[in-house]
């Protein structure tokens, strides 16, 4: 029988903290969220790879340290509320979750989105409310966020800059050239006013827009 949570426990110590990542809420809620349970079955055994991993339709779940990464740059605080754009698999949902946020969560490919949400409701991840729909038009009704997590490579988009209450953070991937991507975190510092950082270079599959 696989140890999965020898195998958890050993990913937080050798993938996470090795390079870097220090938040306590982030490595105790990549500790605890079973990540086996957001793959298909034939997949589950390599859970704790340190890659990223097909979940089907040509999609994948992120490298653990890039959901670490990027929940840790959001700067999560139990009760926030939190937009996830691209669903995927659930996991980085389930994650921001464990960290306390309200979580709004909305995937393009339906049947993605609908194997999701049983995830989490299974495993009672009940603060996620998920959506299929176009992502990068956000969810105004729900809006504003404190944190925007994008876990796909587009443009940054107005719709979503515009979602950010004024502090929050906007975490994406965004095109910088033929073949090269850049993860920023974009602040809103007022009404009329984004602070971008470049964090560095990673991938992640294209998100699919209605708006450039």
Request: proline share 5%; net charge negative.
């Amino acid at each position: 029988m696989t140890d999965f949570d020898g195998l958890r426990s050993r990913m937080v110590e050798t993938q996470l903290k090795s390079r870097g990542i220090s938040d306590e809420r982030v490595l105790e809620a990549m500790a605890t969220v079973p990540r086996e349970a957001f793959l298909p079955d034939t997949g589950r055994l390599d859970a704790y790879e340190d890659r990223p991993l097909p979940i089907g339709g040509g999609q994948t779940i992120s490298q653990p340290y890039i959901v670490a990464l990027m929940a840790e740059l959001a700067d999560i605080e139990p009760g926030a509320r939190v937009l996830d754009v691209g669903l995927g698999s659930g996991y980085s949902a389930a994650v921001l979750a464990e960290m306390g946020a309200e979580v709004f969560a909305i995937e393009r490919r339906g049947d993605l989105a609908r194997r999701a949400e049983k995830t989490l409701r299974r495993l009672g991840y009940l603060q996620v409310t998920c959506r299929t729909g176009d992502g990068t038009l956000g969810w105004p009704e729900a809006a504003p966020f404190d944190a925007i997590l994008v876990a796909a490579a587009g443009a940054v988009t107005q719709a979503l800059r515009e979602q950010l209450k004024i502090g929050g953070r906007l975490i994406i991937l965004v095109p910088v050239g033929a073949g090269h991507q850049e993860l920023q975190r974009i602040t809103r510092r007022s009404e009329t006013a984004w602070d971008t950082e470049t964090i560095g270079g990673v991938s992640f599959v294209p998100l699919l827009s209605g708006e450039s």
